[in-house]
């Protein structure tokens, strides 16, 4: 924010008369959860601590179950046990540890390949504890000893797939190896499928009864369509690497994983679940899963805080808040703050990112919860642990990367959310990625590779026992739990975005906020390796209550000084409450005919320049003219509805209200009636194009792609047609496009939002809709390409070459191209580098072209056909100097 702005914000803040701060608040109900008070860890169980080593072979009476004990093999059992956990209880509560999620601990099957199911994801028995871990009696005892203490227990649990048991005829040999040549077998299409080419399941002799329960033996229970690409529909129908894909679209599948984890909470009472591979799972089974299985747990087992987490791995906010708003599950692992998070720390990215992710918080709120109840978390056992991205940053200074950690783990205890540790992040471990090099031992370890590796904040390797409570790392993490548990608005406040003077994008401020009370604390990052003052506006008279910020309060303003790489807690009592604001409602016309996702915006006069806005907008709706119920609760700024309004039948009437807060006064209400009308409308577009260009590239945020050609090439101005789609906003290019890219012109992209479409939309003759949008008056400045060099190799990355790396050359400034070899269907992909760290572009697609840094969403793209096409990505600047990615996917030239 610059000065200029903040001048103006001080302004009308000193401008505007005081209400009383004694004034009684009445708040409206929004959606409270214990998840919010807890500190998570997250562990394996096989990595931490070998508290009976008797076990560490599993079980030598069931050959399934026996074997794989290698502890100076990354990819096989090390011998931590249910045992080494409860003989650690005393470590973690020191931590200020409250919960302790658990990867899965349930039966595998000991050896797949040359690796071991240490880590739990290849299930054969959902009945049993796995004998690598201990007895289902020790699991009882353990949960009984962590809940003495006042900590939770939490499993992750799998519904996606099973072990690897079923074979294919197609490319597999009786004993189960795949055919001479073959080293996978290729996904078959559901479209396949129904033409009679799907696969031959079978089961290799000795495996025929080695799931339980029983029908889990069955292979008309799963889908059996060959490996996985992650991307388009066999993101769904696919064998998730080779594991046996459930057919969860099947009721009695379903059926049957509500009755395994429902007698899994009887038998070891744990008080919530995470669901792995949550995306890899239709919605509708999520559906039925999370609201059968929360009311077991919560009525019938009498667990009444039990709840669930999914991970959805993305890192886009639109594709993990559909999980929560519309698929039933209570919340979710929180991706797109790790990848902001982890570039800002590892300077490659900046304090925008972050609240630019923040804002976006609105897509969680619903009925049932928000955005407070996401899992924030820095590495885990996939991507690889925080410290190896901050080393990979290439900061050689221990003391500097120590100081990147301490602020890393401020940020995660302090913004909304709920904070998880990832086991041995607390000891400083990095390793050399994810997977298998991000699962070190606590316990002393014998792979070399592991013991080779520097820890961050000691000289200890993890050759040595890693239970040290003198760890910086440890003492920090200890001490922020303390904060966290001494002051709840830290924990449970709303989160109020806090403007601020500084241009450097190395500063980030919020405040969370007690609405009820009046109380705000105001925190301040500084991401920076230098000293920074910044300035913003004052709520209030502030205390200190951690870190070393000089507070000065002078007419209005607050101002700070920050030492490199620190935060500052500041607290403010006795808030006034905002003035009274009248509502103004957006986002749907009155008398539209729409439908899908609605996005809804309050807006009021009252609300610019004020410091902290305390406001509520409660959105209703009332169908058909029924009563009015609560859609969801937004505590703070910019006051949005996201709603899916699919479920709904066409031509349902709606009255949507908005209902504007300031606490203390009555609520002042905003109201808007429209039709839900699921036709997409046409649009015929005619523009001014001043700079005579005779192309369109044609965006959607998922990645869709078209390019459009003037349809009348003889008359001025531009004039295209096309069918909108379900798209909440496009994006348009005007171009005149050189493939070999010296000649490209590139237009500022215009950003056109479907609401607009809607209000220009009328029926036509045939019962479609057709909207006629001029766009004479919107003219844009020509792009400028960039010459400089990219930061590393740019390649195509997806389900078309395995996310492996098809390169793309510099052909001209700021012109890329390359080619790729698809088949046809939906197929997920970015552009990115070998690392995925110095560039990584994907979803969702702007007004500023695609999305840069940290670790965006995957985009989406329909090949028409199989064949090879041509990938070319710009990368241009305008006057002002924002800077656009924009890409074009089309076939081959033959």
Request: charged share 20%; with cysteine; net charge negative.
């Amino acid at each position: 924010m610059n000065r200029t702005v903040l001048a103006m914000a001080l302004g009308a803040i000193l401008a505007t008369p005081a209400l009383a701060d004694s004034q009684p608040r009445t708040l409206f109900d929004s959606p409270r959860h214990d998840i919010e008070d807890e500190v998570f860890y997250f562990v394996l169980p096989d990595r931490f601590h070998d508290g009976n080593p008797d076990n560490n072979q599993g079980d030598p009476n069931d050959p399934h179950a026996f074997g794989g004990h290698d502890p100076a093999d990354k990819g096989m059992f090390h011998g931590g046990d249910i045992a080494g956990l409860q003989q650690k209880l005393d470590y973690l509560e020191g931590l200020g540890i409250t919960a302790i999620w658990l990867t899965p601990i349930l039966k595998n099957k000991a050896v797949q390949g040359d690796s071991a199911g240490y880590h739990g994801y290849w299930t054969l028995d959902f009945t049993r504890l796995d004998p690598h871990f201990g007895s289902n009696e020790e699991m009882k005892d353990f949960i009984a000893a962590a809940h003495e203490r006042g900590i939770k227990i939490f499993f992750d649990i799998i519904v996606n797939h099973t072990a690897d048991v079923i074979k294919y005829r197609e490319c597999h040999q009786e004993n189960g190896a795949y055919l001479p040549g073959l080293n996978g077998c290729e996904y078959r299409s559901r479209e396949r499928v129904a033409a009679g080419e799907g696969y031959t399941p079978f089961i290799p002799a000795g495996e025929e009864n080695a799931k339980a329960p029983a029908w889990l033996n069955e292979p008309r229970f799963y889908h059996n369509q060959g490996d996985s690409s992650f991307s388009g529909e066999d993101s769904l129908y696919g064998d998730f690497f080779g594991l046996d894909d459930l057919d969860t679209g099947n009721p009695e599948v379903v059926a049957g994983m509500i009755d395994i984890f429902t007698g899994l909470i009887d038998e070891w009472r744990p008080d919530g679940f995470r669901l792995d591979t949550v995306k890899h799972v239709d919605a509708d089974f999520w559906r039925a899963f999370a609201p059968a299985v929360l009311d077991h747990a919560r009525d019938s087992a009498g667990i009444e805080h039990f709840t669930m987490f999914g991970e959805v791995f993305s890192s886009d906010p639109r594709e993990l808040s559909f999980y929560t708003r519309s698929a039933g599950i209570p919340t979710v692992l929180d991706f797109g703050f790790q990848a902001a998070a982890a570039a800002a720390l590892a300077g490659q990215g900046g304090a925008s990112a972050l609240a630019a992710l923040f804002e976006q918080d609105d897509r969680y709120n619903h009925a049932g919860g928000s955005a407070n109840q996401l899992l924030n978390f820095l590495g885990n056992h996939d991507i690889g642990r925080f410290g190896h991205f901050l080393q990979a940053g290439g900061e050689p200074d221990d003391a500097k990367l120590l100081a990147r950690y301490r602020l890393a783990n401020a940020l995660l205890f302090f913004s909304r959310g709920v904070p998880v540790i990832y086991y041995g992040d607390e000891q400083g471990f990095t390793g050399e990625g994810g997977d298998k090099d991000a699962r070190q031992n606590m316990f002393p370890s014998r792979v070399a590779s592991y013991n080779a590796g520097r820890l961050i904040g000691t000289t200890a390797t993890t050759a040595d026992d890693n239970f040290d409570p003198s760890h910086p790392l440890y003492r920090d993490i200890a001490g922020l739990s303390a904060l966290y548990r001494e002051h709840p608005v830290l924990r449970r406040g709303i989160q109020l975005a806090r403007p601020n003077s500084d241009d450097s994008d190395r500063v980030l401020t919020f405040s969370r906020v007690d609405l009820a009370e009046g109380v705000e604390y105001l925190l301040a990052f500084n991401l920076a390796d230098e000293a920074l003052s910044l300035t913003l506006p004052a709520a209030g008279h502030y205390r200190p209550i951690t870190g070393e910020a000089a507070p000065r309060e002078h007419q209005g303003e607050l101002q700070l000084t920050l030492a490199p790489l620190q935060f500052a807690i500041l607290k403010a009592e006795g808030i006034a409450p905002s003035p009274v604001a009248e509502p103004v409602l957006s986002g749907v016309a009155p008398g539209a005919r729409t439908s899908g996702l609605l996005e809804l915006e309050v807006t009021a006069g009252a609300l610019a320049g004020q410091a902290l806005p305390q406001y509520q907008v409660r959105f209703e709706a009332s169908l058909d003219g029924g009563d009015f119920e609560t859609l969801a609760v937004d505590n703070n700024a910019p006051y949005r509805l996201y709603w899916d309004t699919g479920a709904l039948a066409e031509g349902t009437e709606v009255t949507l209200r908005a209902s504007l807060s300031n606490l203390v006064a009555p609520p002042r209400q905003a109201e808007v009636s429209f039709i839900l009308d699921g036709r997409s409308p046409r649009l015929e577009l005619s523009y001014a194009n001043p700079h005579d260009l005779p192309e369109l590239l044609l965006y959607d945020e998922a990645g869709g792609m078209t390019l459009l050609r003037d349809a009348d090439a003889a008359t001025p101005g531009f004039q295209a047609a096309f069918d909108w789609g379900e798209a909440a906003r496009r994006t348009l290019v005007f171009a005149r496009l050189d493939r070999e890219g010296g000649a490209t012109v590139l237009e500022q992209p215009l950003l056109l939002e479907r609401e607009r479409v809607i209000a220009a939309s009328r029926e036509d003759d045939a019962g479609g809709l057709v909207a006629t949008l001029p766009l004479e008056d919107e003219s844009r400045p020509l792009l400028e390409r960039v010459a400089e060099p990219l930061a590393a190799e740019l390649h195509f990355r997806g389900g078309a070459n395995d996310w492996g790396l098809s390169p793309l050359a510099a052909v001209a400034p700021g012109t890329y191209a390359g080619t790729i070899r698809a088949r046809a269907g939906v197929s997920e992909f970015k552009f990115a580098d070998a690392s995925w760290g110095l560039l990584n572009l994907g979803a969702p697609l702007t007004a500023t072209g695609l999305s840069a840094g940290g670790n965006p969403g995957n985009l989406r793209y329909h090949f028409a056909q199989d064949g090879d096409y041509q990938l070319t990505l710009w990368r241009a600047r305008d006057p002002g100097g924002r800077e656009y990615y924009l890409p074009l996917l089309e076939p081959a030239a033959e």
